[in-house]
């Protein structure tokens, strides 16, 4: 069983991360090769590329959608950016989710949906741990 959880981090994602952080910190020289990186890869259309006079943080949040489709990271890329979860604002149009109630339609990242309870047998093993403050 102790090979249930492998952590798995693939370099797509890192350069993807790359480009991120470097944009945020004013190097879009940098964050334009990191994206162009990917794009490159994944397309032979040159107009796809980006430039440091061009990139956005919304091209590089798009190409994270695109490339990371699937792999669980959307939900933590919203919290981590303050934008709200939202899953579904219409019952009768809620696409393959199960109908859930209104608090967990929609919410953002100070919600206690989105910051969890932390089992109390962590909680046992480190003395120093605080429990989540919504709790």
């Not at 032979?44 to 190409?63: F, M, P, S």
């Amino acid at each position: 069983m102790r090979y249930a959880n492998v952590p798995l981090l693939r370099l797509s994602e890192v350069y993807l991360s790359a480009a991120e952080a470097a944009y945020e910190l004013d190097d879009t020289n940098t964050a334009a090769q990191m994206l162009n990186a990917i794009i490159t890869n994944r397309t032979t259309d040159a107009t796809k590329t980006v430039t440091a006079g061009d990139i956005t943080l919304d091209r590089i949040y798009l190409e994270r959608c695109k490339e990371l489709v699937g792999e669980g990271q959307r939900y933590f890329d919203v919290l981590r950016r303050g934008e709200t979860v939202t899953r579904y604002t219409d019952i009768n149009n809620r696409g393959w989710h199960d109908a859930l109630n209104e608090d967990t339609r929609t919410f953002n990242r100070d919600s206690e949906k989105a910051l969890p309870l932390i089992p109390q047998s962590e909680m046992d093993i480190n003395p120093n741990m605080q429990q989540n403050p919504l709790y």
